[in-house]
C-alpha cells in the first residue's frame, strides 16, 4: 500500500493540522468536548433513546430541519419512554406516523420501536443505558458500533459512531475527510467498511491516545485537518 504522508506519529500528526490554524488555541477551540463519566450515567433512559432517534432521523436529511420537528417528535413518542415505546403495537406506531408535524419516514418510526427495545434490554442487563456507554472501553470503540448495528434499527454505516458523539462518548468518526487521511497513512486502502478493516483503523486512534494522551474524538478531528 503506497504512502501519501511521510510519518505517523502523533506528533508529526498535530504539527501539519497546526498549519491550518493561526495558533494552537483556534485548533483546541475547534475540538469535540466528551461527556464526562458522572454525565454519561446522569442522563436518562429516554434521553438516550432520543438521541439515538434523532440520529436515524438525521440521516440522509438536514439536521436543522430535523432539529427543529423534534419537540413534536417528543409530544408524538411519549417523551421517549423506552418502555411505553418497546411494547407499541403496529397500530400504536401508525398513529406516531400520522401525528403532526414529525417527519413521515415508516421505515424510520418502525425503528423507534426496535431501538426502544434495545434500550430496555441494556438497562436490564447494566442498570441504565448511561452505564453500559460510561463502562465500554473507548480502545474497543468498533465493539460497541457493531453491537448497536446488530442490536438496534438503523444504526449501521455511520450512524452508530455520530449517535455516541451526540452523546459525548468518546469515538472517532470515519468522516471522508478522516477516512482521507488514513487511506493516506497506509492504514486502510479505502472506507473501512468491514469489521477488519474498521479494527484496523481503531488499532492507529488508540496507539495516536497512547501516544497524545488525547481521547479519541479529539484525535479524530485533529486528523481530519490534515485532508485537502
Same mark, same amino acid.
Given at each position: ?12 500528526? %498535530?504539527? *501539519? ?6 495558533? #494552537?488555541? @483556534?485548533? =483546541?477551540? *475547534? ?5 464526562? &463519566?458522572?454525565?454519561?450515567?446522569? &442522563?436518562?433512559?429516554?434521553? %438516550? ?5 434523532? &440520529? ?5 436529511? *438536514?439536521?436543522?430541519? !430535523? ?24 397500530? +400504536? ?6 401525528? =403532526?408535524?414529525?417527519? &413521515? ?10 431501538? /426502544?427495545?434495545? #434500550?430496555?434490554?441494556? !438497562? ?10 460510561? @463502562? ?33 462518548? @468518546? ?14 497513512? +497506509?492504514?486502510? @486502502?479505502? =472506507? ?8 484496523? /483503523? *481503531?488499532? /492507529? ?12 474524538? =479529539? ?5 481530519? %485537518?490534515?485532508? +485537502?
Amino acid at each position: 500500500m503506497t504512502t501519501k504522508y511521510p510519518a505517523r506519529s502523533f506528533d508529526w500528526i %498535530y504539527t *501539519q493540522a497546526l498549519k491550518r490554524f493561526a495558533s #494552537v488555541q @483556534d485548533l =483546541e477551540s *475547534q475540538l469535540p468536548r466528551l461527556a464526562t &463519566r458522572k454525565q454519561l450515567i446522569a &442522563r436518562s433512559d429516554a434521553d %438516550y433513546l432520543s438521541l439515538i432517534c434523532r &440520529r436515524v432521523f438525521r440521516s440522509g436529511l *438536514q439536521h436543522k430541519m !430535523v432539529d427543529a420537528k423534534w419537540p413534536a417528535f417528543e409530544k408524538a413518542c411519549y417523551g421517549f419512554n423506552p418502555r411505553a415505546l418497546a411494547a407499541l403495537s403496529d397500530e +400504536g406506531l401508525e398513529d406516531i406516523l400520522q401525528a =403532526e408535524g414529525i417527519i &413521515r419516514h415508516w421505515g424510520k418510526i418502525k425503528s423507534i420501536r426496535t431501538n /426502544a427495545v434495545l #434500550v430496555c434490554d441494556v !438497562v436490564q442487563s447494566h442498570g441504565s443505558f448511561g452505564q453500559w456507554l460510561a @463502562d465500554w472501553p473507548s480502545h474497543d470503540i468498533v465493539s460497541l458500533w457493531l453491537d448497536l448495528k446488530k442490536r438496534g434499527a438503523h444504526l449501521g454505516g455511520h450512524s452508530g459512531s455520530r449517535f455516541l458523539r451526540m452523546a459525548g462518548v @468518546d469515538t472517532f468518526l470515519l468522516t471522508n475527510d478522516t477516512v482521507a487521511v488514513l487511506v493516506g497513512l +497506509g492504514i486502510v @486502502d479505502r =472506507e473501512p467498511k468491514s469489521k477488519t478493516a474498521m479494527l484496523e /483503523a *481503531q488499532k /492507529a486512534f488508540v496507539e495516536w491516545a497512547e501516544q497524545s494522551g488525547r481521547p479519541l474524538c =479529539e484525535i479524530s478531528r485533529i486528523l481530519s %485537518y490534515l485532508a +485537502g
